[in-house]
């Protein structure tokens, strides 16, 4: 009833001066009762409302649009509101748009509105109304900025219609309630120019491996909503083609949007709640200050952050409730002094949480996440002090409080190499990687080793990837190093789902930049760019806090490139690292590391390159094995191999690289590999029980383990050797 009387106050408000134009485009009355059956579950609204249905192109025209516009009068007929549809952009008046509870834009193209027709739109959104956008609704009005915040996002691009699978990220709200968690369905998948998840509340998003043509490396919403100023928008990518219109399933999830921009039915369009273990809130919202300004940043979510922060400065935010609170998370860039975020409950003087300190990243464009656990007990709204030296000491993006204590990161000095090539017909459509050196999968593979997971699909990000990062935060080691073959390729287009994961579990992501067709070191420069621009502002993007907060680039074969003056560009911004032992090859770059999995048995030339890492202030990553065989990827092979020795040989390999004496002080320790079974140097668990008939070794006796105890032994040794570098290190901190 207060949603009605609402809209009788404001329908009154503008009576006296609605035209006879704006009375022509008044809703008609609700289409006929029996032309369709309401869908099934749907939840009726309990007050009639009115919609108007826009649908006018100034390019491409959807043949879908008549069937669009015949489903929400269907919908309506069932729902309990009349639909009004036009191409008239005359009905975008102040006046007009107030007899409407929502406005749906039905793939609409190109420059539809004038700017007083952009003014009213814009001005009954932010005062209450609602906002709808279907599939090409994003490809329209580029010559008005304010239309990007409100529809979420702009298309850039499409691929051929196909079929794809659809995640349900939100299951609570109306237009997605009725779906299970993955649907697959045929459309036309739109690419966006930017990423909208910062700014709206994801409903749906597109697994990018399902389907050829996505370019939002990995991370692809499709569905979202978000609440705009007092109003409210709803935007689906879906809706390309006539037989969507009769689905179901789409119908519902149209409905579920129409209702929610009504205010017909309530749902949370946030990106989560405020409190302990909510969303993450946009640290320049504070309700209360001192000191403190909001400060425009391009990186930053929601193009701002909490800036000009002094020692002493405070923020209040009457919204966010402390109970519960037991960890704090903050992105946070500082080109300052760096200092302190005091953790406070009630008050900026009251009851302090827990702390955290924040060291400068390099520059305000620089973001990093810095985290703390709170170890009091709070009530009241969260308040947050700030303390450090004299001037400009930090800004905070955005922040998060945690119902649990945060986990113990893996060491950030420990780098593990990750493989994400493999492919198998369930996700990725045929076999990928696993029929290297003429097996046939499932049974037969290219390796030696057979994984415990099997044949599994790099682009399976809820199953094998998932489990991947829950084996590496197992393993102590706090980065992987993604092989990556160049951009808009196979393991580009998964890196931003390898990112999320890895996200998840604290674990970082470095680069290992691959001898892809073309490579030179003019391309290698313009890689990092791109890595930086597409990736870098993801929580789980590596910067080393000991070196600049710089990030990490390896360079698989660099010896091939003989002259690497290209990357003085970026010497100061990135830590390159050749993979050789030979110091004569290494000027240009920032690191040196070995790669080869069998040499770290002898270490030959590690102190050496050691002790020339040091003087010269590069990075000194050795890379330590658990052994190698590659007989079943590559037959005939005359390579050497290197048995695992039930673990005497990754143990060997270690100490190497651990003596002084003989590894030159590592300043990291990488691991050659996680996963790279073809090698058969993984880490990652191999099956105790492998098909039979096929000669697969297992890890059985590794570490005095068999059977199925034996699977995760390799990991569990990283985890003894990440300890003893971080003890010896602790010990003679100048290593560092």
Request: net charge negative.
């Amino acid at each position: 009833m207060r949603r009605q009387l609402a809209r009788h106050a404001r329908r009154i408000a503008c009576a006296a001066t609605l035209t006879l134009g704006a009375a022509l485009l008044a809703p008609a009355p609700t289409a006929a009762a029996g032309a369709a059956s309401a869908p099934a579950g749907a939840a009726g609204a309990a007050d009639p409302y009115d919609v108007l249905v826009f649908s006018r192109t100034a390019g491409f025209r959807h043949d879908s649009i008549p069937a669009g516009i015949t489903a929400i009068q269907q919908l309506g007929a069932a729902d309990g509101f009349t639909v009004r549809a036009t191409e008239d952009a005359g009905a975008f008046t102040p006046q007009n748009l107030a007899g409407y509870e929502a406005v749906v834009f039905l793939s609409t193209t190109g420059d539809v509105l004038n700017t007083a027709q952009q003014d009213a739109l814009s001005a009954y959104v932010d005062s209450g109304g609602g906002f709808v956008g279907v599939h090409a609704a994003a490809d329209t009005e580029y010559d008005w900025p304010a239309y990007e915040n409100l529809v979420g996002a702009r298309f850039k691009s499409h691929p051929a219609i196909q079929q794809a699978r659809v995640v349900t990220e939100d299951h609570a709200h109306p237009a997605t309630s009725h779906l299970q968690d993955v649907w697959t369905r045929t459309d036309e998948w739109y690419n966006y120019r930017t990423n909208p998840r910062q700014d709206v509340h994801v409903l749906q998003s597109l697994d990018e491996s399902s389907y050829t043509g996505g370019e939002m490396g990995g991370d692809h919403p499709i569905t979202w909503c978000h609440p705009q100023q007092r109003g409210r928008s709803f935007y689906t990518g879906l809706g390309h083609t006539v037989e969507s219109y009769s689905d179901p399933a789409f119908r519902k999830l149209l409905l579920g949007g129409i209702q929610y921009a009504a205010g017909a039915v309530p749902a949370d369009c946030g990106p989560g709640t405020p409190g302990p273990g909510g969303r993450s809130v946009e640290a320049e919202a504070y309700t209360s200050a001192s000191g403190v300004q909001s400060a425009g940043h391009a990186g930053a979510g929601g193009g701002a952050t909490l800036g000009y922060i002094d020692h002493g400065d405070w923020a209040g935010y009457a919204s966010v409730d402390t109970a519960g609170a037991a960890s704090f998370t903050a992105r946070v860039s500082s080109a300052g002094a760096g200092g302190t975020v005091e953790v406070r409950s009630g008050s900026a003087t009251g009851q302090l949480l827990g702390s955290v300190a924040v060291a400068p990243t390099g520059g305000w464009e620089t973001f990093t996440e810095v985290t703390a656990s709170l170890t009091a007990t709070g009530s009241g709204p969260l308040f947050l002090r700030f303390t450090g030296g004299t001037g400009a000491l930090f800004d905070i993006d955005s922040f998060t409080l945690g119902t649990e204590a945060p986990k113990v990161k893996g060491s950030s000095d420990v780098h593990l190499f990750y493989y994400p090539w493999y492919g198998n017909p369930g996700t990725y459509g045929s076999w990928r990687h696993w029929q290297q050196g003429g097996q046939t999968p499932p049974e037969g593979i290219g390796a030696d080793l057979y994984p415990k997971l099997g044949p599994y699909d790099s682009g399976d990000v809820a199953g094998a990837v998932e489990q991947h990062m829950k084996w590496i935060e197992r393993s102590g080691a706090g980065v992987l190093v993604y092989s990556w073959w160049g951009q808009g390729g196979y393991e580009d287009s998964l890196a931003g789902r390898v990112l999320d994961a890895a996200a998840r579990h604290g674990i970082e992501v470095a680069w290992h930049i691959e001898p892809y067709s073309g490579r030179t070191a003019a391309s290698v420069v313009d890689d990092i760019a791109y890595l930086n621009g597409k990736y870098g502002s993801h929580p789980a993007y590596y910067r080393d806090a000991a070196h600049g907060n710089r990030p990490a680039f390896y360079i698989f074969e660099s010896l091939k490139i003989q002259d690497w003056s290209a990357l003085d560009a970026v010497r100061d911004s990135a830590v390159v690292l050749a993979q050789t032992t030979d110091t004569t090859k290494v000027a240009h770059f920032g690191g040196i590391y070995t790669y080869d999995g069998i040499a770290g048995a002898t270490a030959p030339g590690w102190k050496q390159a050691g002790d020339y890492a040091k003087a010269n202030g590069l990075v000194w990553a050795p890379s330590v094995a658990p052994g190698y065989i590659d007989d079943r990827a590559v037959p005939g092979n005359t390579t050497p191999t290197l048995g695992r020795k039930n673990g005497a040989s990754y143990d060997l390999e270690w100490s190497n690289a651990l003596d002084p004496a003989i590894g030159g002080s590592p300043t990291w320790v990488s691991v050659t590999s996680f996963n790279e079974w073809h090698e058969g140097s993984s880490i990652e668990p191999a099956s105790s029980t492998p098909p039979a008939g096929h000669g697969y070794q297992t890890f059985d006796g590794a570490y005095g383990k068999t059977g199925a105890a034996a699977e995760t032994a390799y990991l569990d040794r990283t985890a003894y050797w990440v300890k003893q570098f971080t003890q010896r290190r602790a010990a003679a901190p100048a290593a560092r």
